[in-house]
C-alpha cells in the first residue's frame, strides 16, 4: 500500500477546495464496470479539484457489497494516483464500519468519510462510542457525516475530537445552521468542516458566513464547469454571479430533486449519461427519473452551459 498524502495534507485538501463525488459506474447488468469508472475518474481529476470522495452517498455506498466496495477503492487509488486525495466511506454499525475502514485502509485511501448507523434511533453517548470504536480500528483520517439518525450535537463532537487523534473532520449532512455554528464554535480548528446537505450549493453562502469553506458538489458529476465557477464565485465573494446560478439552476434543481425521494442521487446519474458519461442506473431501493423529468434535466444542463 502507498500512502499519497498525510494527515497534514489531506486536512489542506478537503478543508480548501471544491470536493467531488463521482457516481458509481455499473454496467447493463447492474455489475461494477472498472472501466468507465476509471474514464469517470481520470476525467474528474483533469479539472480543480481538492479531493474525491469514491463510493459515497453519491456512489452508492449503501448499494455496496464490500467485496465491491474493496475494488473500487483500489481502482480509485490506482487511477487517481496522488493527484488529490481519495476520500472512502465506512459506516452501517461498528463491525461493518471496521469491515469498510480495514478495506479502505489497506487500498491505500487517504480517509474516510464515516457513514451513521443503520436504522435505529441513538443517544449521543451511543454515537460517540460508535463513531469511536471505527476510528480506533483505523490509522486513516476519518470525517464524520453529521446527519440521518447520526446526528451529534456539539458536546459530543468535542467529546469525539478528545478521544480520537485521527478524527480530521465533520460533514454536514443536515443543514441546521444554528447546531452547525455551535459545533463550529465549540471545537474550533481542531477539526475541518465540509457542507454535505444534497445539492450542498445551496445552502453554500449560509456555510461560508460560519467559517465552512467548502461542499460536496454532487451536480459536478454532469456540470462541472459551471459547480467549479460557482465556487470560485463564492469564494470571490462575486455575489452576482452566485445568485444567477442559484437562481437559473440550483434552485430549479432542488424543486426537481425534491419531487422523489432518492432523486439526489439518481439525477445525478441521469445527468452523467445526458452528458455522454453514461454509469448504467441506480440499484434499488433508487428509481431512475422519468422521461419528463429527465427532459427537464436536459433543460438545467443547457441552461448550465450558458454560464
Known amino acids: 500500500m502507498t500512502v499519497h498524502f498525510s494527515k497534514e495534507k489531506t486536512v ?24 468507465s469508472y476509471r474514464k469517470r475518474l481520470e476525467w474528474f481529476v483533469s479539472h480543480d479539484i481538492s479531493a474525491v470522495f469514491v463510493a459515497g452517498g453519491t456512489g452508492e455506498f449503501f448499494n455496496l457489497s464490500l467485496d465491491e466496495f474493496r475494488h473500487i477503492v483500489r481502482v480509485a487509488v490506482d487511477e487517481i494516483d496522488g493527484k488529490v486525495p481519495v476520500i472512502a466511506s465506512a459506516g452501517l454499525s461498528v463491525e461493518s464500519g471496521k469491515a469498510f475502514a480495514s478495506a479502505a485502509e489497506e487500498a491505500g485511501a487517504d480517509g474516510i468519510l464515516l457513514m451513521p448507523p443503520y436504522l435505529t434511533e441513538c443517544p449521543q453517548e451511543g454515537l460517540v462510542e460508535y463513531a469511536r470504536q471505527i476510528c480506533d480500528s483505523t490509522s486513516v483520517n476519518v470525517i464524520y457525516y453529521n446527519r440521518g439518525n447520526g446526528v451529534l450535537e456539539a458536546p459530543a463532537v468535542q467529546q469525539l475530537a478528545d478521544k480520537c487523534p485521527n478524527l480530521m473532520g465533520l460533514k454536514d449532512g443536515k443543514g441546521d445552521m444554528q447546531l452547525l455554528n455551535k459545533i463550529v464554535k465549540t471545537v474550533g480548528d481542531r477539526l ?116
Open 192 to 307: 475541518i468542516y465540509v457542507g454535505g446537505v444534497p445539492t450542498a450549493e445551496i445552502f453554500a453562502e449560509a456555510y461560508l458566513s460560519i467559517g465552512v469553506n467548502t461542499y460536496s458538489s454532487a451536480v459536478f458529476n454532469f456540470v462541472p464547469d459551471m459547480a467549479l465557477k460557482f465556487y470560485r464565485a463564492l469564494r470571490a465573494g462575486d455575489s452576482a454571479t452566485v445568485k444567477k446560478i442559484t437562481n437559473e439552476f440550483f434552485i430549479p434543481f432542488v424543486d426537481l430533486r425534491d419531487r422523489k425521494k432518492g432523486y439526489a442521487v439518481s439525477l445525478v446519474k441521469a445527468g452523467a449519461g445526458i452528458i455522454g458519461m453514461p454509469a448504467g442506473d441506480v440499484r434499488a431501493p433508487l428509481t431512475m427519473p422519468a422521461p419528463d423529468e429527465r427532459k427537464q434535466l436536459e433543460n438545467l444542463i443547457e441552461t448550465a452551459k450558458g454560464f
Open 12 to 35: 489542506e485538501a478537503v478543508g480548501d477546495g471544491l470536493l467531488s463525488f463521482p457516481v458509481t459506474d455499473f454496467d447493463t447488468a447492474g455489475r461494477f464496470d472498472e472501466m
